[in-house]
Nanobody, 123 residues
């Protein structure tokens, strides 16, 4: 129900946009987010779109999350990419509206997960 795409190999400082196509209409009313998993590390929060937009400190000011409800697609625009942004990027969604920071930032809050897309930033 979630299909991520758009990953690739880029250089430091480049920009890249990853997309996530959703196939359930309720996604337009719920919460959607991006997480990432760097090599050898746990999955970590990147950004979420719900009652507002939320970002991890490490990407704030460089990444922008957006949602096109008419296309049922979630986007993550990534600017000024760094080698430490290298990871598998996952989109996730939940039919519920979240109300606390912990809900947005915790991976186990979300019900639906797509397959990841690899983003590699070379130095």
């Amino acid at each position: 129900q979630l299909q991520a795409s758009g990953g690739g190999l880029v250089q430091t400082g480049d920009s890249l946009t990853v997309s996530c196509a959703a196939s359930r209409h309720s996604f337009s009313r719920g919460t959607m987010a991006w997480f990432r998993q760097p090599p050898g590390k746990e999955r970590q929060f990147v950004a979420a779109d719900g009652r507002g937009k939320y970002y991890a400190d490490s990407v704030k000011g460089r990444f922008t999350i957006s949602r096109d409800n008419t296309k049922e697609t979630l986007y993550l625009q990534m600017n000024s990419l760094r080698p430490e942004d290298t990871a598998v990027y996952y989109c996730t969604a939940d039919d519920r509206t979240f109300y606390t920071r912990n809900q947005y930032f915790q991976a186990n809050t979300y019900y639906y997960w797509g397959q990841g897309t690899q983003v590699t930033v070379s130095s």
